[in-house]
T-cell receptor, first 111, second 114 residues
Framework: DSGVTQTPKHLITATGQRVTLRCSPRSGDLSVYWYQQSLDQGLQFLIQ???????AKGNILERFSAQQFPDLHSELNLSSLELGDSALYFC??????????FGEGSRLTVL | QKEVEQDPGPLSVPEGAIVSLNCTYSNSAFQYFMWYRQYSRKGPELLMYTYSSGNKEDGRFTAQVDKSSKYISLFIRDSQPSDSATYLCAAGPPSGGGADGLTFGKGTHLIIQP
């Protein structure tokens, strides 16, 4: 158990809908990262937050947004969903050492 | 060219064999390197983490980094069926997590045959 909690584990929705994925980092970790994993693209970095502030952006679509709250949990919002958004979405947290600890992921299926 | 390249496999070897998993990277700014193991439908878990060139050993696992050739390897001795998983290499800049976090390879799917 990495200590990172993600909900929901599975989500099935329709094109055009909006979903919110939630992540609670390991106790004491200030950084939260979101990654998307698909078969053809591998693990793609989406966005990083540090202590409530956006720190870095990767390949995140404009239809996607995220935030980190004062209690350090984070949410990833995906809107106007398309079939191609079906993937595993991972949250990871880290302390200052740079090692990432991943949650179990949220599997999103868009029909 | 992706910054971190891995052969996706699958790589199938008999139980007890020595496994060699490899990655190459292109960004000279990368200074720290990791190997993650991912079982099917699970999150990646950290196996090995190193900053320097050379070897780092942990039980049956040895990570090797050659910065001059930008080559990363993971060796697994006495491989077990429970080692069957996808192995992801990752590399990152020196600021620990950095502005872009780690860059991951696509992973090599390893199968250990009993």
């Amino acid at each position: 158990d990495s200590g990172v909690t993600q909900t929901p584990k599975h989500l099935i929705t329709a094109t055009g809908q909006r979903v919110t994925l939630r992540c609670s980092p390991r106790s004491g970790d200030l950084s939260v990262y979101w990654y998307q994993q698909s078969l053809d693209q591998g693990l793609q970095f989406l966005i990083q937050y540090y202590n409530g502030e956006e720190r870095a952006k990767g390949n995140i679509l404009e239809r996607f947004s995220a935030q980190q709250f004062p209690d350090l949990h984070s949410e990833l919002n995906l809107s106007s969903l398309e079939l191609g958004d079906s993937a595993l979405y991972f949250c990871a947290s880290s302390s200052s050492g740079g090692e990432l600890f991943f949650g179990e992921g949220s599997r999103l299926t868009v029909l | 060219q992706k910054e971190v390249e891995q052969d996706p496999g699958p790589l199938s070897v008999p139980e007890g064999a020595i496994v060699s998993l490899n990655c190459t990277y292109s960004n000279s700014a990368f200074q720290y390197f990791m190997w993650y193991r991912q079982y099917s439908r699970k999150g990646p878990e950290l196996l090995m983490y190193t900053y320097s060139s050379g070897n780092k050993e942990d039980g049956r696992f040895t990570a090797q980094v050659d910065k001059s050739s930008k080559y990363i390897s993971l060796f697994i001795r006495d491989s077990q069926p429970s080692d069957s998983a996808t192995y992801l290499c990752a590399a990152g800049p020196p600021s620990g997590g950095g502005a872009d976090g780690l860059t991951f390879g696509k992973g090599t799917h390893l199968i250990i045959q009993p």
